[in-house]
C-alpha cells in the first residue's frame, strides 16, 4: 500500500467518498486546560524552545544554568583551554548539543543542494542489529584530526522523499547494513515526559491487539544500568531517561565520554581514538551529566495558539473521529517522584502513547535498535510541533521525508493505515480543520 496514495490530485471525489462528521453535540467551544501543567510558558515568537518552565528560581537550582551552558557550548578537542569542555571527538558529529537542538525547532538537514547537516544523522545497522564493523553503529561525519568516517548525500525520490547515499568514504558498508537516518527532534517539555510512570504507558502496551481495534503498540523494554526500563525517548524510544539520553548523545553525536559510556566510540579498526589525547577519565563529568540533566528536565512547554476555536475544536473531535487518538494519546499525567515539586501531578497533552508501532513497510530502513525493527517507531510527541513548519527547511518523520504536516500523514502505513485512510477521505474543510488543530497544540 503506497503511503502517498491519496497525495494532492489523486484525492477522491468528494460527493461519493466523504466522510461524514458527527456535529460537536454542544457548540459551547471547549475549554482546553494547559498544555504542559504547570510547565507551560505563554508563546515567544523569538523562543520557541528551549525556555524554563516559569517562575523558576535558578538562584536555588544554580546546576540548572550550568547545564544550559554546557548545552550551548561548543566543545573542543583535547587539550583545550577550558578543561571542562574539551575532549570532543575524534569522531563526532556536531560541536555542541545546541547545533542539533536549536531554540526555533529542527536544525538544518537536508539541504537543497543534495548535501545533509548534522540535523540528520545515520545509525548504522543491519535488520538483526549488528552495526559496521569497521565504523560502528553511527556514522562519524567530522573529526578533530584526518578524515570522519564519511559523509552522506541524498536526492529526491519524489515528493520529497530522500533517497541517501554514503560518500567521501573509502569504506563500503558491510553486507547488509543499512543507513539509519534520525532527524533531531525539537527539545519540549521532555522533563514532563521522563516524569510519566511506566504503569501508564503499560495500559495502552497491547502488542498481540487483544483489543483488537487495529493497534497494537507495544512498550519498548530496555536494559540500562543493569534495570529494565520500558524506554521513552528517541524515535526507536532507545532510551529511558534524560540522563541516558545525554550520555549517548554526548558519546555518539559528540565523541564524548561519561561514567556510563567510559569508551570512545571507536571500532577496534580505528586507532584514531587510542591515538589522539584524551580529554580526562571520563572526559565529562558526572556533575556535568547531572547539570545537563536537570537543564532539559526543566524545559518548558509552548502554550497552544488558537486563533479560531471553532475550526480548532471541530480539528480536535476530528482527530479523535479518524483515530489519530489512538496513538497520539492526548493527556498524560506526571507521577510524583520529581524533584522539582512543579513537574509532579500535572495532566499534560503531549500526543503521544511512548509506544513503538509498526508502521509499516514504507518507513521501514531495515536497522534494527535494541527490540524494535526497522518498521517499528516510537509515536513522536506532537505538541509544539507548528511550531517549527515552514522555519528553514524543517521537516517530519525519522528520516525527514516529510516537508508539511499533510506528508507527514500521508506516510503513515502500517498500524496506522486505516487513519490515514479515513484522513484522505475527509472533506477538504475538514482536513484544513484538522491541520488547523495540529499547528495550534
Ligand atoms: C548531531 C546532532 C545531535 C547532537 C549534537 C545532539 N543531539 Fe540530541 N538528538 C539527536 C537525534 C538525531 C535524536 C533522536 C535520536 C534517536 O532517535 O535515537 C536526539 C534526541 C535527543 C533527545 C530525546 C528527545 C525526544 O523527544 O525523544 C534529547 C533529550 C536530546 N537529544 C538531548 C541532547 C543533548 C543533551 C545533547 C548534548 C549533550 C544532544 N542531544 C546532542 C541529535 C543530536
Ligand atoms: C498506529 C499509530 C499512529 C496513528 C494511528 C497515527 N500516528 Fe502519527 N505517527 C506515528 C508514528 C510511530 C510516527 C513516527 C513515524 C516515523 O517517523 O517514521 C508518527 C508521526 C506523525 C507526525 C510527524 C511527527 C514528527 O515529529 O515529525 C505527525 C504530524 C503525525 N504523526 C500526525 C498524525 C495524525 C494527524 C494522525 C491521524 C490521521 C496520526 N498521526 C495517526 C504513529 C501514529
Redesign the pocket.
Known sequence: MTGLSGCGSEQPSRNSDTVAVTPPEQSEPREWQAVGGSATVAFRDDMAFLQFIPDLDLGSAPTVSQGREL?VANWTAAPGSRTLLDGLGPLF??D??A???LVSGRAASLNDDGTTS??I?FRLGTADGQPDARLGGQLQTAATVDVPEGRVTWQDVGLGRPQFQLSETDRSLDDGVHLGP????Q?TG?GL?QQIPEAQILEWHDPDDQDQDGISGRAHWIEREGVSCVGR????A??CT?RG??AA??HQ??GLTTALNPAEPCTAYQSICTDQPSGGDPEVSLDSLNA?NDF?TLLAVYERRITDQTQFDLGADLFEQIGCDNCHRPMLTTGNQSLFETLNQQTIYAYTDLLLHDMGAELSDGVQEGNANGREWKTP?LWGLGLIEGIGNSRFL?DGRARTLPEAIQWHGGESSASREAWEILAEEDQQALLVFLRGI
Not at 182 to 185: G, H, K, N, T, V
Open positions: 548545552f558529529i556536531a555542541a548539543c547545533d542539533c537542538h548534522p540535523g544523522l534520525r532527524l533531531s527532534p527539545l521532555v515526559l525517548f528517541g524515535w526507536k532507545m532510551q534524560l539520553q545525554s548523545a554526548l553525536d559528540m545537563i532539559l510527541p525519522h
